[in-house]
C-alpha cells in the first residue's frame, strides 16, 4: 500500500561527518513534508520542512531536499554533533486531508565521537 | 519559547477502566491533534479536532476514544476502557492555522495497560 518509508533504518558516522537521511513516499498527492527528530523518551522535535512546490530547503545546519519525480525526501545534516543522536522520521501531509500527517518508521542515527 | 506540555508524562491504568490524557496545546494554535506510537512503531495518527469538532480520525480512533476542549487551554483524550494493545506512547500536537502546517508535539505519555 502507499506509505511513507525509509530506505536505511539505523545510520552511524563519525562527528564532524555529514549525515544524509532518505525518506521515500508515493502519494503523488502529498504536497507537503516535514522532518521530526525523536529523542529517546521524548515527542517529536521538529527540524525543517518543505512544501511540494520547492525542491530545496536550508536551516541552521540542515538541508532538506525534495525530489518529486522519484517521489524522494532527504534530510542533511552538516557537521554531525553527538547531540544529533536520536530517531529522525520524515512524515507527509497528503493533499486530500485536513493536516494528518502519515509518518515513517524512522532512521537511528548514531554520532561517535 | 512557547510548548505543547502533556500530563501526565506516565500512566498506568488496569485493562477496562477509564484514563484521561491531558494536553495545553501551544496558546495561539487552532488545530490540535492526538498520534500514538507503539513501542518500536511509527508515530500514527488518531484525531484532529479544530473549532471544537472533530474534524478526521482514523481507524484507530474507535468508539472506545473521545476527544474534548474543556476551557481555553486543555485538550483532552480519553480512553473509556482501555485494552492491552493501547498501551503506547500518546503525543499531542497543534498547528496555528490552517495555512501554516507545522505541527509541534508535545513530549507524550506513556499508557501502560495491565
Known amino acids: 500500500g502507499e506509505s511513507v518509508g525509509l530506505h536505511l533504518p539505523t545510520l552511524s558516522v563519525q562527528e564532524g561527518d555529514n549525515s544524509i537521511i532518505n525518506c521515500a513516499y508515493s502519494?503523488?498527492?502529498?504536497?507537503?513534508f516535514i522532518w521530526y527528530k525523536q529523542e529517546s523518551g521524548k515527542g517529536p522535535q521538529f527540524i525543517i520542512d518543505?512544501?511540494?512546490?520547492?525542491d530545496k530547503r536550508q536551516g541552521q545546519r540542515v538541508t532538506v531536499l525534495l525530489n518529486k519525480t522519484v517521489k524522494h525526501l532527504s534530510l542533511q545534516i552538516a557537521a554531525t554533533q553527538p547531540g544529533d543522536s536520536a530517531v529522525y522520521f520524515c512524515?507527509?501531509?497528503?493533499?486530500?486531508?485536513?493536516?494528518?500527517?502519515?509518518f515513517g518508521r524512522g532512521t537511528q542515527l548514531t554520532v561517535w565521537p | 519559547e512557547p510548548e505543547v506540555t502533556q500530563t501526565p508524562s506516565h500512566q498506568v491504568t488496569q485493562m477496562g477502566q477509564e484514563v484521561i490524557l491531558r494536553c495545553v496545546p501551544i496558546?495561539?494554535?487552532?488545530?490540535f491533534y492526538w498520534y500514538r506510537q507503539i513501542l518500536g512503531q511509527k508515530v500514527e495518527f488518531l484525531v484532529s479536532?479544530?473549532?471544537?469538532?472533530?474534524?478526521?480520525k482514523s481507524e484507530i480512533f474507535d468508539d472506545q476514544f473521545s476527544v474534548e476542549r474543556p476551557d481555553g487551554s486543555n485538550f483532552t483524550l480519553k480512553i473509556r476502557s482501555t485494552k492491552l494493545e493501547d498501551s503506547a506512547m500518546y503525543f499531542c500536537?497543534?498547528?496555528?492555522?490552517?495555512?501554516?502546517?507545522?505541527?509541534?508535539f508535545g513530549p507524550g505519555t506513556r499508557l501502560t495497560v495491565l
Open positions: 518543505i512544501r511540494s512546490n520547492m
Open positions: 502519494n503523488s498527492a502529498s504536497d507537503y
Open positions: 500536537a497543534s498547528r496555528v492555522s490552517g495555512s501554516a502546517d507545522t505541527q509541534y
Open positions: 496558546s495561539n494554535h487552532l488545530y
Open positions: 479536532f479544530y473549532n471544537n469538532e472533530i474534524s478526521e
Open positions: 512524515a507527509e501531509k497528503r493533499g486530500s486531508t485536513l493536516g494528518r500527517l502519515y
